[in-house]
């Protein structure tokens, strides 16, 4: 999977576009910027290969540069943009090839997850992973869209986890910045965050049943359904 920017890079800065500027709020500012432009990153209106202009967005919020920079810092942290030395920041591009291979291995990976696992599953594992969706649900209902990312990879990082082999949970870590990214465009494109979050709960019912092809199946379902919302969604 490419882990460099596309080879056409846009010259149109993020502040040079259409974009709205947000009102902004009472929470820290640094996490208002970085909610801000996460919602431009999935909902498409930020292109992969645009530039952040950290200066010329500090100047359009009106604001110092110290909470842009962090911003900036967290979401490179996620993987949705990439600082290039001498050249500046940029939205993460991925192509119909990259979220192929996500997608793909995802299956793969939590499949062989949860074949290692379920002999050992307790009832504190599904309760566990139970948890984390109602979590999810609760984040969801609240309108807290990074949270319920968030929460979503915990999810299926939990379910990796539970196979209790360290080369298993190494592998998702090592394509967490991917998931991040895959699992935020297909939160966007559900009619409602909750939606979004109740899309879990079958997962749940096959653990609880303790049924192992159902669990796979329910699994595999999940993220095929994700993988044609994002190709449906950005013509990949």
């Given at each position: 999977m490419s882990q460099v920017l596309t080879s056409v890079v846009s010259t149109q800065?993020?502040?040079?576009?259409?974009?709205?500027v947000p009102v902004l709020e009472s929470k820290p500012l640094s996490e208002q910027v970085t909610e801000y432009l996460y919602k431009l990153l999935v909902?498409?209106?930020?292109?992969?290969g645009q530039r952040v202009n950290e200066a010329e967005l500090a100047r359009t919020l009106k604001?110092?540069?110290?909470?842009?920079?962090?911003?900036?810092?967290?979401?490179?942290?996620r993987g949705l943009l990439?600082?290039?030395?001498r050249r500046g920041t940029f939205v993460r591009s991925f192509s119909a090839s990259d979220i192929q291979d996500i997608f793909t291995f995802r299956i793969a990976l939590?499949?062989?997850?949860?074949?290692?696992?379920?002999?050992?599953?307790?009832?504190?594992?599904?309760?566990?992973?139970t948890l984390?969706?109602?979590?999810?649900?609760?984040?969801?209902?609240?309108?807290?869209?990074?949270?319920?990312?968030?929460?979503?990879?915990?999810?299926?990082?939990?379910?990796?986890?539970?196979?209790?082999?360290?080369?298993?949970?190494?592998?998702?870590s090592n394509i967490y910045a991917e998931i991040q990214i895959s699992i935020s465009l297909v939160e966007h494109k559900f009619d409602n965050l909750v939606e979004a979050a109740i899309d879990h709960w079958p997962i749940i019912?096959?653990?609880?049943?303790?049924?192992?092809?159902?669990?796979?199946?329910?699994?595999?379902?999940?993220?095929?359904?994700?993988?044609?919302?994002i190709n449906e969604a950005y013509n990949y």
């Open positions: 800065d993020l502040t040079k576009s259409t974009l709205s909902t498409g209106e930020l292109k992969g604001i110092s540069r110290n909470p842009v920079r962090e911003a900036i810092r967290k979401l490179e942290e990439i600082s290039s030395p939590e499949e062989f997850a949860i074949r290692q696992a379920f002999s050992l599953l307790t009832d504190e594992d599904v309760e566990s992973l984390i969706v109602r979590q999810m649900e609760a984040a969801a209902r609240a309108g807290h869209e990074m949270e319920l990312v968030e929460r979503d990879i915990a999810f299926h990082q939990r379910i990796c986890e539970l196979s209790r082999n360290t080369q298993t949970i190494r592998a998702f019912d096959a653990f609880r049943a303790r049924d192992e092809e159902k669990i796979i199946e329910s699994v595999r379902y999940h993220i095929r359904d994700s993988w044609k919302r």
